[in-house]
C-alpha cells in the first residue's frame, strides 16, 4: 500500500489548488482515503475524507464550502480540490488510506485519530495574504 500525494504550490488568498493523491499496491473497494495537514506549530488535522469505493465524502468544519474530495478509479487517484483558500490553510498536506467503515471516515474527517494503514509523503500548500 502505497500513496504519492503531490499539486501543492504557493497561491493568493481567494485562490485554488488540486491536490492529487495516486494510491499503489490496493483499489479502493476495501479502504477510505483522508487528507490531513499540518501546520508549523500546530498539531495534524483531519481535513476531508472519501469512503469505500469512493462513495461518501466528509469534510472537516473548517473546509466544508472549499474543499471537495473526488476519486477516479482509472487512475486510482483522490483528489482535493482546494477554492476559496485562506493564508489559515497554509500546511504541509497529506493523504492516508485506511480500511474503515462509513463511519469512522466521517470521524476521520473530523480529526478522530485513527490508525491509517498507510501515509504518502506530504506536499505544501502556502497561502499568501
Known amino acids: 500500500v502505497q500513496l504519492q500525494a503531490s499539486g501543492g504550490g504557493l497561491v493568493q488568498a481567494g485562490g485554488s489548488l488540486r491536490l492529487s493523491c495516486v494510491a499503489s499496491?490496493?483499489?479502493?473497494?476495501?479502504?477510505?482515503i483522508g487528507w490531513f495537514r499540518q501546520a508549523p506549530g500546530k498539531e495534524r488535522e483531519g481535513v476531508s475524507c472519501?469512503?469505500?469505493?469512493?462513495?461518501?465524502?466528509y469534510y472537516s468544519d473548517s473546509v466544508m464550502g472549499r474543499f471537495t474530495i473526488s476519486g477516479d478509479n482509472a487512475k486510482n487517484t483522490v483528489y482535493l480540490t482546494m477554492s476559496s483558500l485562506r493564508p489559515e490553510d497554509t500546511a504541509v498536506y497529506y493523504c492516508?488510506?485506511?480500511?474503515?467503515?462509513?463511519?469512522?471516515?466521517?470521524?476521520?474527517?473530523?480529526?478522530?485519530?485513527?490508525?491509517?494503514?498507510?501515509w504518502g509523503k506530504g506536499t505544501q500548500v502556502t497561502v499568501s495574504s
Open positions: 472519501i469512503s469505500r469505493r469512493l462513495r461518501g465524502r
Open positions: 492516508a488510506a485506511g480500511r474503515f467503515t462509513e463511519g469512522e471516515c466521517s470521524q476521520i474527517a473530523q480529526g478522530a485519530n485513527y490508525g491509517m494503514a498507510s
Open positions: 499496491g490496493f483499489t479502493f473497494d476495501n479502504y477510505v
